[in-house]
Structure formats: C-alpha cells, structure tokens
Nanobody, 112 residues
C-alpha cells in the first residue's frame, strides 16, 4: 500500500525555522499535485501549501512569504521550509497526495 511518511517536526523558538519532509512510494508521483496540511489542537485541518507537477506553488495567505514548498521527483520527496514560525502555529503537519491515505503527520511546537 502506498504511504506518506512525514518527518522533520520539533520544538523551535518563535521566529525560528523547521524543514519538513515527506516520502512516498507512489508510482505516479511526478505527475501528481502534492500538498501540506496542518491541524492545530481543536481546529480543522487546513491546507498550507501545494505544488503541482510543473512546480507551480500555492500558499495559504497566513504562510505566504514565510513557507516554501518544494518537490524532488527523482527521490519522490516533498518538502516544506517553514521560516519565521509564530507562537500560535503549533500543529501536526500532514503531507497529502491524491488517493493516498493520510500519514501519521509530524508535530511542530513553537515556544514564545
């Protein structure tokens, strides 16, 4: 079964950075739109960023200018570089691919 495996979360100070990674074995990875979602405690899961097969990217307004999504088709990896993290941004981050079940996610925590 195709899986998504996220990693890279951790504790960081306000204003700090984290780089999340997502690995998959999905055979059609290079032609799929990949995305990162996050879910904060008590809140719904929300779309953070997406990257299309041609490399075009989209971001939620709340992270534009601070987060960067990228992909490596040869390695079947997706990344999320998060800069200038805010104290109100702790969440579990999930990688997303069409028709693939959610992974376990990776948690980040931001200390003020």
């Amino acid at each position: 079964q195709v899986q998504l495996v996220e990693s890279g979360g951790g504790l960081v100070q306000s204003g700090g950075s984290l780089r999340l990674s997502c690995a998959t074995s999905k055979s059609s990875f290079s032609v799929q739109t990949m995305a990162w979602y996050r879910q904060a405690p008590g809140k719904q899961r929300e779309l953070v960023a997406s990257v299309r097969s041609d490399g075009a990217t989209d971001y939620a307004d709340s992270v534009t200018g601070r987060f960067t999504i990228s992909r490596d088709n040869a390695k079947k990896m997706v990344y999320l570089q998060m800069n200038s993290l805010k104290p109100d941004e702790p969440a579990v981050y999930y990688c997303s691919a069409p028709y693939v079940p959610w992974g376990q996610g990776t948690q980040d925590a931001v200390s003020s």
